[in-house]
């Protein structure tokens, strides 16, 4: 059920994300479109994330007969990992527009992402 609708919002998220960059330009948009291109850029990437990283499980999970059903990457656990993984490019792009994007804020980022990750991963 989680992936009928994970597809759902993603595809949504891709035409109101394309309408909404076709129609308005950085001039003339307000900031709650600003904020709503932000969200939808996430609701996106999670999206394709989600299905790539549960994809790609699954296809090492074809090559390797030693993993049993109960150790192969779940939809669930792939979500949590894509959720992760989906706002590193929305905290860029956000800092990016405020004029920053240092190799100190990326790397923040980057230990960001690592702690969510070993979260996720020690979480069972």
Do not use: C
Not at 11 to 40: D, K, M, R, Y
Not at 78 to 99: D, T
């Amino acid at each position: 059920m989680l992936s009928k609708i994970l597809a759902l919002i993603t595809l949504v998220a891709f035409v109101l994300l394309s309408t909404l960059i076709q129609s308005t330009s950085p001039a003339t948009i307000h900031p709650l479109g600003i904020l709503a291109i932000f969200i939808l850029f996430y609701l996106l990437a999670l999206g394709v994330l989600t299905f790539l990283i549960f994809g790609i499980g699954r296809f090492f999970n074809l090559f390797d007969a030693k993993v049993q059903l109960s150790d192969a990457i779940t939809f669930q656990r792939s979500y949590y990992f894509a959720s992760v993984i989906a706002l590193a490019p929305v905290l860029f792009v956000g800092m990016r527009s405020i004029g920053r994007g240092t190799v100190w804020d990326v790397v923040l980022i980057l230990m960001f992402e690592a702690i969510a990750f070993f979260y996720i991963s020690k979480r069972r």
